[in-house]
């Protein structure tokens, strides 16, 4: 065809590609199915979610079970090697390694998400209370999280860590989730505050919209972007500072339900004599978050009104 | 500027002051306590009455921080039980902060030095290898625990490849002179440079995993901010007019761009010393991060409040800093009162 017709149709396709009169999400997620980044964040993440769903079904062994524990000779430093019926070998006690690998896809994903999701509402509750009063409330809160701000978060969360008598899996979630806390509450005052004085609740307050509507409807909703793609990136957070924790010994000791930051912990002592049993964990720690952290750069390049184009 | 500064230091008092309480009540709520860390085996009711009263912890909670509070003041922080026990607190702190100083400092010039440079090439070749390379990196490189890559570190080029020595600050039998405590800049005061080489050596393993994660956050920040101002009138101005490579680099899109990267330097420095903690500790490097995880580990309550606040207060200090070169780097950026709004 001519040149000029060729045009056109560019013109049509660019056309029907604008994201005029669509919605941010769905322009949002428009440019994300686009994305290498994110598909291959997304890939992990499903992946892992999947397995860590189905762990139950494709562990073929007990993971408490030290079925292996004759070929351990500790005076030697030998562990089982791979063998028929166990891909991966035995831990440093006899326990089939893969099936280790994939009920701590589970628990380690429950930590996250866990840790996560109480740091997120603990932040909402703070961030929306301070972004929506003002005045003495926002002072007391903010100069709270400012304290809180204060210690670097891994030193936080090792000294709230160090508070419980016996830890376990729950101290370590709620160690990590309160270093979380202030950061969210800090993202979300800021977007409300943000809002306070723009158009559309100057509109709702002018129709008379009650207070707590303007809040819960309004701000509250506009202010979430920012809250989820900081939530997903601190799913990487989580995960990787609760395997830190593991590693100060703050973790959880109970190792019958396995996590990779504790498998990785234990694995410590023996590491010099078997690099594999803190290799494994510890590349699925760091697959998994960087498969959040993929997401989490993304999701928030795809929200940003400024990368448009 | 000045009555800024001021605020703000007044501020960084009250943040210490309620952080000190805060952690006052709950690191003596902490189970298991000095006393029975001191005892350990032998500890009979007898004994441990007696030692909970020598160190006074058998008064009311705030009696006890007011009396720490007193003490504090003039730089008594108490007696170590765990870490160094018999050593006072204080005598920790300035015995090991240098080290840890040493290794942050490091750290932080390896991530600014090999950061920004990679950060502002990978914007400069948008989509090359390079860039892609340096966005894969530093997405990795927060993602990879950081004991984990300091294990990783130690094992390949100390234990198999023997490059550098495995632990410690320096070699036992060198015999080096102390003046400041900073090992590397005894060596070079005292002329002693075998001294001073044999610190350097001690400090790159644990320096690069420490940087691991400053540098991929400078890396990414750098590259973001340079590919915003690349996208500026004032720049595509500045090419029309003719102007070379270098200049524009150099006067108006490093110095438009480092707003956002001085930030992070500055959050980063501050964050240091958590990522010390684990480095330390691989390494046995025998800083502040090493005393806290043994601090944790053996509950040394006036090692781990005096550790933990100057932490705090070195975190707060840092971002004040920041706040401040702002006014230098852009002087747009009126500091606090004054100005003209």
New interface residues.
């Given amino acids: 065809m001519t040149a000029r017709t060729d045009k056109i149709d560019e013109l049509a396709q660019r056309a029907a590609e604008s994201d005029a009169g669509v919605s941010l999400a769905a322009a949002a997620w428009r440019r994300l199915r686009r994305n290498p980044v994110f598909l291959v964040g997304a890939g992990i993440v499903v992946l892992f979610v999947v397995l860590a769903i189905l762990s139950p079904l494709l562990a073929a062994h007990d993971p408490a079970d030290p079925m292996l524990g004759d070929q351990v000779v500790r005076a030697r430093n030998e562990i089982p090697p791979p063998q028929p019926g166990h891909p991966l070998g035995g831990d440093q006690v006899g326990r089939d390694l893969l099936s280790r690998l994939l009920v701590g896809a589970q628990q380690t994903l429950l930590v996250g998400v866990l840790a996560t999701l109480i740091g997120l509402a603990g932040g909402l509750v703070l961030g929306t209370l301070a972004g929506a009063l003002s005045g003495w409330v926002d002072t007391v809160v903010m100069r709270a999280v400012d304290v809180m701000l204060s210690i670097p978060g891994l030193l936080l969360a090792v000294s709230i860590g160090a508070l419980f008598a016996q830890p376990n899996q729950y101290t370590v979630i709620l160690a990590v989730a309160i270093v979380q806390i202030p950061v969210f509450a800090r993202l979300l005052r800021g977007s409300m505050l943000a809002q306070r004085h723009s158009d559309h609740v100057l509109a709702a307050r002018a129709l008379g919209v009650r207070q707590r509507a303007i809040v819960f409807r309004h701000m509250l909703p506009n202010s979430l972007g920012p809250v989820i793609v900081q939530a997903t990136l601190v799913l990487a957070i989580a995960i990787i500072e609760a395997a830190g924790l593991s590693f100060l010994g703050l973790g959880n000791p109970d190792d019958r339900l396995p996590e990779w930051g504790q498998m990785l912990g234990q694995a410590q002592n023996v590491i010099d004599s078997h690099p594999q049993l803190a290799f494994w964990p510890a590349g699925c720690i760091i697959v998994v978050a960087l498969g959040f952290t993929l997401v989490g750069e993304s999701l928030r390049e795809a929200l940003d009104p400024k990368s448009r184009r | 500027m000045l009555r800024y500064t001021v605020r703000r230091l007044l501020q960084l008092v ?2 210490v002051l ?2 000190s309480l ?2 006052f009540a ?1 690191l003596r ?4 306590g000095p006393v029975s860390a001191l005892l350990g085996e032998r500890i009979t009711p007898e004994s441990r009455a007696r030692l909970t009263a020598e160190l006074g912890l058998d008064q009311p909670i705030f009696v006890q921080y007011f009396k720490f509070l007193g003490r504090a003041a003039s730089g008594d922080f108490g007696v170590s039980t765990g870490v160094q026990p018999g050593d006072s607190a204080a005598a920790i702190f300035v015995q090991r902060f240098p080290a840890t100083l040493e290794l942050s400092v490091l750290a932080i010039v390896i991530a600014i030095a090999v950061g920004i440079p990679l950060g502002y090439l990978a914007a400069r070749r948008r989509g090359g290898l390079l860039d892609n390379l340096s966005v894969v990196g530093s ?2 490189g ?7 890559l300091a ?1 990783v570190l130690k ?1 390949v080029f100390a ?1 198999e490849l023997g490059w550098f020595p495995t632990t410690g600050r320096q070699e036992g039998g060198l015999d080096a002179t102390r003046v400041t405590g900073f090992f590397v800049l005894d060596g070079l005061i005292t002329r002693e440079f075998d001294a001073a080489w044999d610190a350097v050596k001690h400090l790159i393993l644990p320096a690069i995993a420490l940087s691991s994660i400053p540098f991929s956050v400078i890396v990414r920040i750098t590259r973001a901010s340079v590919l915003d101002v690349l996208d500026e009138d004032f720049v595509r101005t500045a090419e029309s007019k003719g102007l070379t490579t270098q200049v524009i680099t150099r006067r108006h899109v490093l110095r438009n761009s480092m707003l956002p990267v001085v930030t992070t330097i500055g959050l980063q420095t ?6 010390a ?2 480095t330390e ?1 691989v390494f046995a490097f025998p800083g502040i991060g090493q005393a ?2 043994i601090g ?2 053996r ?1 040394d309550y006036p090692v ?1 409040l005096l550790l ?1 606040l100057s ?2 207060g070195v ?2 200090l840092v971002n004040l800093a920041v706040d401040l070169s702002y006014a230098v780097i852009d002087p747009r950026i009126r500091t606090g009162s004054g100005g003209g709004r």
């Fill in positions: 009250f943040v309620a952080l805060l952690l709950w709520s902490l189970p298991g997405l990795i927060v993602a990879v625990p950081v004991f984990f294990f094992q234990v501050g964050a240091l010393l958590a990522g903690v684990l500790k806290l995880a944790f580990e509950r781990l933990i932490a705090a975190f707060v």
